[in-house]
């Protein structure tokens, strides 16, 4: 493995996560999705990973329209940026302790037609695609992305030409994405996205990021990254295992201790790690053609 020197920054601009009453401006409606992107891209990001809200409640929403108006405002502003779409919206499963058999209340299980619509419209530059089921929380919340689901969203982005991303949660997930890469459904140099310190995935250390690089093929374009406390730490390992790096509120809400962050101050923190380890920052155009972009 060796250190990366030409790096990729991607943000992840909110998520969908329980996050807005911890923070005082998570980005919320398609405007301030799309200006956080925006100020992002200006900062140094090359790739811009794009979820909605609801903007009455806050909650992740998989509403085709807000997609469709966050993606224009982005597009529209004249931004040389890659638009890096969710497509994990809908695999929600809430176990019920005494009713197991019963979807619980929150559950929202749709088809992988359903979960790609708003790709299928817009047609970004990348969508993901989350290479497996996972426990992720600490009680009864199952993520839930089966093989037969995860073949038939790649077969369809190699049809439409959207570039996967595969986003990776532990080692098997990275197993089945290595499994999808030989079967042919993911054409081009195969896009990887290293996700750690998630419950219940793996951990954010660096022992944990070795030992998935290491299962990595050989010409795979790979970026890293840590939830939380760990977001920096991370992006400096992934570029030293010659990745790499994702930041952004989805993921890490400060920049300090008890000091909220904004998409762009996280950026400004990786490029200037990046540059204090010896590299630089690749623009949206290198992003392209590392990745096989046209």
Known sequence: MTMNTDVVVTCAVTGAGDTVDKHPAIPVTPEQIANSAIEAADAGAAIVHLHVRDPETGKGSRDINLFKETVELVRNSGRNVLINLTAGMGGDLVVDDENPEVPAEGTDLISAEERMAHVEL???????????????????YVYIQTPNMLRAMAARYAEIGVKPEMEVFDLGHLRFANQMVSEGLIKGRPMYQVCLGIPWGAGADSATMTAMVGQLPRDAFWSGFGISRTQMPMAA???????NVRVGLEDNLYLEKGVPASN????????????????QICDADQARERLGIA
């Open 237 to 243: 390992q992934a570029m030293l295992l010659g990745g």
């Open 264 to 279: 762009a101050q996280l950026v400004e923190k990786a490029v200037r790690i990046i540059r204090d380890l010896g590299g």
């Open 122 to 140: 817009l047609r970004p530059d990348i969508a993901t695609l989350d290479c497996g089921t996972i426990n992720f929380d600490n009680a009864n």
